[in-house]
């Protein structure tokens, strides 16, 4: 398979992923969520995070990351709270509905790579699995794709 073409298929199997993932999401009640707001809920997982910090892990520019926590924030799923150690700072959390899309999105994201599997034979699809994590070892962590698609 010529080089170009390996690039374009890989595209296309995480397009058709994420794209099932977002019609199931939108028939479940979550019918605004984009691509990049999945990055940007993750970052924001693992507990309260500046803009700023955010940012960093996306690799996106604050203000990039500040007009998608906006936007994330209008619909529900991230909240802004003060600092209790600093009065100036501004921290970004999930919301309930942050975290019931987060846990959501992974049971429908586990079924889908099971659907995947069966169509292809788990042996074969777990060597894709295994060539996918050598090939992208050291890639910058989860989130380095993450401004390709971050946008409000």
Same mark, same amino acid.
């Given at each position: 398979?010529?080089?170009?073409?390996?690039?374009?298929?890989?595209?296309?199997?995480?397009?058709?992923?994420?794209?099932?993932?977002?019609?199931?999401?939108?028939?479940?009640?979550?019918?605004?969520?984009?691509?990049?707001?999945?990055?940007?809920?993750q970052a924001v997982a693992p507990g309260p995070v500046t803009?700023? +910090?955010? @940012?960093?892990?996306? &690799?996106?520019?604050?203000? /990039? =990351?500040?007009r998608t926590v906006d936007v994330l924030a209008e619909r #529900?799923?991230?909240?802004?709270?003060?600092?209790?150690?600093?009065?100036?700072?501004?921290?970004?959390?999930?919301?309930?509905?942050?975290?019931?899309?987060?846990?959501?999105?992974?049971?429908?994201?586990?079924?889908?790579?099971? +659907?995947? @599997?069966?169509?292809? &034979?788990?042996?074969?699809? /777990? =060597?894709?699995?295994?060539?996918?994590?050598?090939?992208?070892? #050291?890639?910058g962590g989860p989130f380095a794709a993450a401004a390709w698609?971050?946008?409000?």
């Amino acid at each position: 398979m010529p080089g170009g073409e390996m690039a374009f298929r890989l595209l296309g199997a995480f397009r058709d992923l994420i794209d099932a993932l977002h019609v199931e999401l939108a028939a479940r009640g979550h019918p605004d969520v984009r691509p990049g707001h999945g990055f940007a809920l993750q970052a924001v997982a693992p507990g309260p995070v500046t803009g700023s +910090e955010l @940012a960093g892990r996306l &690799g996106v520019t604050k203000q /990039a =990351a500040g007009r998608t926590v906006d936007v994330l924030a209008e619909r #529900g799923y991230v909240e802004r709270t003060g600092d209790p150690a600093d009065a100036r700072r501004r921290l970004v959390v999930l919301t309930p509905r942050g975290r019931e899309l987060l846990a959501l999105s992974g049971e429908i994201l586990e079924r889908l790579r099971a +659907e995947r @599997a069966a169509q292809v &034979g788990p042996e074969r699809f /777990a =060597a894709f699995e295994d060539g996918l994590r050598a090939l992208t070892d #050291g890639g910058g962590g989860p989130f380095a794709a993450a401004a390709w698609f971050v946008s409000p």
